[in-house]
C-alpha cells in the first residue's frame, strides 16, 4: 500500500522484535533518515520473484491494490513520504525539498517540489499532479473519472479530510496558469511548484498521503479507473520506467533517462512472476532470480532455501495477517448467529501449530484487525474455540442436525438441505490449501458443511471479492505504520468511501470511531478510537482474523543493499540502492 491503506495479498506484510512507533518522525531532508545515494550507477540487473498476477497499473483503484503491485511502483511512480525498514515514514527529498505542517487550526500542510521534477514524457511534476490526485480519492461524487464514471478508490482515507490543494510559485517566477473547467483546477494555480494542502477536519496520518502519485495528465485522457493498463500508461516519475511487461511472465524496469535525482544504480530490476510458491528456491539455487519473497511461508521453502548455498535467509514476524472474510449478502451469512457460530467453530491455534506454527514458534490467534500484537497500541480481544457454542448458536436460528450430522435451516435457498458454504482463495498457495482443509474439518465437527474453490489471483481479487462473487474468502492484509489505512475495509459498504469493504457490513458507530480517531489530536488518541472500532467488530463478526504472518526473504549474496520491509510497501522500498555483483 505504498502508505494509503491495505494492499491484499495472496498470502499478507514485518517487525522487529521491538513494538512498531507511530509517533515522532522528521520530516526535513537532513533528518528524514532516508537511504543515503550513490554519487554513480553501478549498473547490472536483479531479478525479483512475484507470486501473483497483475490485474492493472492503477494501485490506488480497489482492483488493482495488489502488495506485488506495489513493490514494482515503488520505483516507478512518485512517493512523497517513503516507510522505510524502520517503518518509519521519512520524506522523499529527491522529490520535495520540504514537506511542513504549517497551522493547526485549520491543519494546514505545505509541500515544496524539487523544481527539477518531471514526468518520464518531459512533463513537468506540480500541484496539478496533487491536485488531480486528491480530487479522484476524495469521495467526493462532485469528481468523477473520464466519462462521467466514480472514481473507483482503494482508499480515502486521509483524501476526504481534505478541504482543498492549492498551487503557488511555479518554477523560474512564471505566473500561475488559469487552470480550466475541464480539469477542475481553475484558480488553484496547477503549474506551481509549492503545493498548499488544508485539511477539515484534521488527520492525524497527514504522512500516509500522496504516494504511488498517478500522473494528472495521463489520467485525465486515459481513465483513473481502468486506463493503467501497461507500460505506455504507467509512465515514470521516479527511479525506473517500466520498459516491457509480459502478462503472467515477467516485468521490466530500466533507468528512467529523464530522472532529475541521483539515478538506480542498478540498470535493470526484472520481476518474473510465478504461479506456485514451490518454484522459488529452485529459481533461486539455478540463479534464475536473485530474491524472493514467498506469499506464505511454509516449513519446506524454509528447509529448502537452507540448503542454498551463498544466500541470505531472514524471517520476521509481519505487518500482516490472515483472516476470514464473511459476505454478509450471503442470507445465512447475513445473519450473526451463523458468523459467531463459524468463528467460535474455528480452532485457530490448531490451524496455525498446523501451518505457520512450523516455521515461527510463539504465534497465537491475533486478536485485533487493527493492529498486530508487535505494533504500538495493540490490544487484543479472545475469540473462544467452542464447539458446543456453535451448535447452541445454531439451534437459536431454528435449525435443525440432521442424520448426516450437519444443520439443516429452516428458511431460505437452503432450507431443508445441509447448510453449505464455499470458501475462495488464491491458488498455489501450499499453507493456504492446508488451512481450508483445516478449516473444512472443523467445520464438520460442528454441523456446516464446507467447499473450496480457489482461483488465480487476478479473479480472485480482480472479479470474485470487489463484485461479491463469494461467501467465505481468504486472503492477508498487507498494512502501514497508519492505523486510518483500516478506515475503506471496515467503514459501512453503503459508503463510495469503503470500496474494500467486501463483507458488504455497516455499522454507523464504527463509521463514527474510525473518523473521530483519523481527525483525533495524536496518534494514541487514534489508536484508542480505532481499538473502540474494532471492538465492536468483534461484537459483529464481520470478519475473523486468524493470525499475524511471518515473513521471510532469501536472496543470493551478490545482491547486496537489501533492508527487508515488513510493511505493505515491500523489499523493493529502497531497490534504488541494490547493487549485483559477478
Not at 530500466?254 to 538506480?264: A, E, I, L, V
Not at 431443508?416 to 488464491?426: A, H, R, V
Not at 463484485?467 to 498487507?478: K, M, N, R, S
Not at 515473513?551 to 533492508?563: E, I, M, T
Request: contains cysteine; aromatic residues 10%.
Amino acid at each position: 500500500m505504498g502508505l494509503k491503506g491495505l494492499l491484499k495479498r495472496s498470502a499478507f506484510a514485518a517487525l522487529a522484535a521491538g513494538a512498531l512507533s507511530l509517533s515522532v518522525v522528521a520530516i526535513t531532508p537532513s533528518a528524514s533518515g532516508a537511504s543515503t545515494k550513490a554519487s554513480s550507477s553501478s549498473g547490472g540487473t536483479a531479478t525479483m520473484a512475484l507470486d501473483e498476477n497483475l490485474v492493472g497499473f492503477n494501485i490506488n483503484t480497489s482492483a488493482a491494490s495488489e502488495f506485488v503491485l506495489q513493490e514494482i511502483m515503488n520505483m516507478v511512480w512518485p512517493q512523497a513520504f517513503i516507510v522505510n525498514s524502520k517503518l518509519q515514514p521519512v520524506i522523499n527529498n529527491q522529490l520535495l525539498e520540504s514537506a511542513v505542517q504549517t497551522s493547526d487550526s485549520p491543519q494546514t500542510v505545505v509541500y515544496t517540489l524539487n523544481p527539477k521534477a518531471v514526468w518520464s514524457d518531459g512533463t513537468p511534476i506540480t500541484a496539478d499532479d496533487f491536485i488531480y490526485n486528491w480530487q479522484a480519492q476524495s469521495g467526493n461524487t462532485a469528481y468523477t473519472d473520464v466519462g462521467g464514471k466514480p472514481y473507483d478508490d482503494a482508499s480515502t482515507s486521509g483524501y476526504n479530510q481534505v478541504q482543498s490543494v492549492v498551487g503557488s510559485n511555479p518554477s523560474g517566477g512564471a505566473a500561475c496558469a488559469p487552470g480550466s473547467t475541464a480539469d477542475r483546477n481553475v484558480g488553484l494555480c496547477p503549474n506551481g511548484r509549492t503545493i498548499t494542502v488544508t485539511f477539515k477536519p484534521s488527520f492525524t496520518d497527514w504522512r500516509a498521503i500522496f504516494t504511488d502519485i498517478v500522473p494528472a495528465h495521463i489520467a485525465r485522457t486515459v481513465g483513473w479507473n481502468t486506463g493503467f493498463v501497461g507500460p505506455t500508461q504507467a509512465i515514470s516519475g521516479s527511479w525506473y520506467t517500466i520498459s516491457s511487461y509480459n502478462e503472467n511472465q515477467s516485468l521490466v524496469l530500466t533507468r528512467n533517462p529523464t530522472y532529475w535525482g541521483t539515478p538506480g544504480k542498478l540498470d535493470k530490476i526484472v520481476f518474473q512472476f510465478f504461479s506456485d510458491d514451490s518454484q522459488l528456491v529452485p529459481a533461486l539455487q539455478n540463479k534464475e532470480i536473485n530474491i524472493f519473497n514467498p506469499s506464505t511461508v511454509n516449513l519446506s521453502i524454509v528447509q529448502t532455501a537452507n540448503q542454498v548455498p551463498n544466500t541470505t535467509k531472514v524471517t520476521l514476524p509481519g505487518l500482516e495477517f490472515e483472516h476470514f472474510d464473511f459476505n454478509q449478502s450471503d442470507p445465512y451469512l447475513a445473519k450473526l448467529q451463523v458468523r459467531e457460530a463459524i468463528a467460535h467453530g474455528v480452532n485457530r491455534q490448531t490451524i496455525i501449530n498446523r501451518t505457520v506454527g512450523e516455521i515461527a514458534k510463539g504465534i497465537t490467534p491475533l486478536g485485533s484487525r487493527m493492529l498486530v500484537s508487535t505494533q504500538k497500541g495493540y490490544k487484543g480481544t479472545s475469540y473462544a474455540y467452542s464447539s458446543s457454542t456453535s451448535a447452541n448458536l445454531l439451534k437459536e436460528l431454528g435449525f435443525k442436525k440432521a442424520s448426516d450430522g450437519y444443520f439443516q435451516p429452516n428458511y431460505g435457498p437452503q432450507k431443508g438441505q445441509d447448510l453449505t458454504f464455499t470458501i475462495q482463495s488464491t491458488s498455489g498457495n501450499s499453507i493456504r490449501a492446508q488451512t481450508e482443509e483445516l478449516f473444512q474439518a472443523q467445520m464438520k465437527a460442528i454441523g456446516i458443511k464446507i467447499n473450496i474453490q480457489n482461483y488465480d489471483a487476478s479473479t480472485f481479487f480482480g472479479t470474485n471479492l470487489p463484485t461479491g462473487t463469494y461467501q467465505i474468502g481468504e486472503f492477508a492484509w498487507v498494512t502501514t505504520p497508519f492505523v486510518s489505512g483500516n478506515q475503506p475495509i471496515y467503514c459501512s459498504y453503503t459508503s463510495t468511501k469503503c470500496a474494500e469493504n467486501w463483507t458488504h457490513s455497516a455499522n454507523s458507530e464504527v463509521d463514527s470511531l474510525m473518523s473521530q480517531g483519523s481527525a483525533a489530536p495524536s496518534t494514541t488518541q487514534e489508536i484508542t478510537d480505532y481499538n473502540k472500532a474494532d471492538a465492536v467488530l468483534w461484537q459483529n463478526m464481520v470478519t475473523l482474523p486468524l493470525y499475524q504472518k511471518p515473513q521471510f526473504w532469501a536472496w543470493s549474496n551478490n545482491l547486496k543493499g537489501v533492508l527487508p520491509n515488513t510493511s505493505s510497501v515491500g523489499v523493493t522500498w529502497n531497490a534504488e540502492d541494490w547493487t549485483v555483483s559477478g
